[in-house]
């Protein structure tokens, strides 16, 4: 892969939005013709058609627990589409990370909102997860406030990347979730979704040099803001992506790790479920490539990127 100008710590997705969209009148204002789109999947009628999922947390499923710092909630009602939900009363004002491990894989989160429900992908598989609440003592030390388990067995692992979640924020009827539905409306077959959704980002969300400048460890991408700006980073991009092809059904990854064409740089991208295969799209590096009227590969080379953790 050539490498292309900077793209620093996270990514841009999608859009913006005007009022022609949603009146009906969706275009490419580009040349359509430089993207190459051969290498992706195509979508046949035995391929499994997902629904939008059903993101509400049933208020009833919640397991109290107790610690010095204050109460925490696990919310187990989202388990048969593999996430959780939890929530902390804290009392204090350190950070709150949460971790949440399988096996010999564990991802750490950030717990941003005081007092309300985040929800957690479990995203490594069947099996028992440990869901450790964790406080800052000072720098990188923690120490555990709590740690359960909870048992996932779903049938279909592929449903965990649907859900709305932390790093991956939609629900029908919002910014993102309505534009997807005006772009994939005459979209007969997930590979149209994917393609017409995909086109949608490069051509109309542009990299925002400046952003990686001024935002720190509780950064979550906002689609709205994205949208809006027409503007992000590479974690505004995958995060878009993903949010609108969930909406409309397509499991999609949110990955962060490094790229060939700038190995040392933190990097995200997504992962999509087409065809049923899964293929590496990176729309951030596309989009640089296409508003510079060059060519650009759809599909990229898995080989090119070193996953660091899957969301």
């Not at 629904?51 to 909630?73: E, F, K, P, V, Y």
């Not at 009602?77 to 709150?96: E, P, R, T, V």
């Not at 991802?107 to 440990?130: H, K």
Request: aromatic letters at 10%; one cysteine or more.
């Amino acid at each position: 892969m050539k490498k292309i100008r900077s793209i620093l710590a996270a990514v841009i997705i999608l859009a913006a939005v005007t009022s022609s969209v949603f009146a009906g009148s969706f275009s490419i204002n580009k040349n359509e013709n430089l993207i190459n789109d051969e290498l992706i999947p195509l979508s046949s009628g035995e391929d499994k058609l997902y629904a939008m999922l059903d993101n509400t947390l049933s208020m009833d499923a919640g397991r109290n627990i107790s610690t010095t710092a204050g109460n925490i909630q696990i919310n187990e009602s989202l388990i048969s589409q593999g996430a959780i939900g939890i929530k902390f009363d804290y009392s204090g004002d350190k950070k709150i990370k949460i971790a949440i491990s399988n096996k010999n894989d564990t991802v750490y989160y950030n717990y941003l909102t005081n007092g309300s429900y985040e929800v957690f992908p479990l995203q490594f598989g069947n099996g028992s997860y440990d869901i450790s609440i964790m406080e800052n003592l000072e720098g990188n030390k923690y120490t555990v406030l709590s740690s359960s388990v909870v048992e996932l067995d779903i049938p279909d692992q592929n449903v965990v990347f649907l859900n709305s979640t932390q790093t991956v924020k939609w629900s029908g009827g919002d910014e993102s979730s309505t534009l997807a539905l005006e772009i994939t409306k005459n979209s007969k077959t997930d590979t149209d979704k994917v393609k017409a959704i995909y086109a949608y980002i490069i051509d109309k969300i542009d990299y925002d040099y400046s952003k990686i400048e001024g935002i720190d460890y509780t950064y979550i991408p906002d689609n709205n803001a994205t949208l809006d700006s027409g503007k992000g980073i590479c974690y505004d991009y995958a995060a878009l992506m993903a949010s609108m092809l969930r909406s409309v059904g397509v499991p999609v990854k949110l990955v962060k790790g490094y790229g060939d064409f700038q190995p040392e740089t933190y990097h995200a991208w997504n992962e999509v479920l087409v065809g049923g295969e899964w293929v590496t799209i990176d729309t951030t590096y596309d989009a640089q490539l296409y508003s510079d009227g060059k060519k650009v590969d759809m599909v990229k080379e898995s080989s090119a990127y070193a996953i660091v953790n899957v969301y």
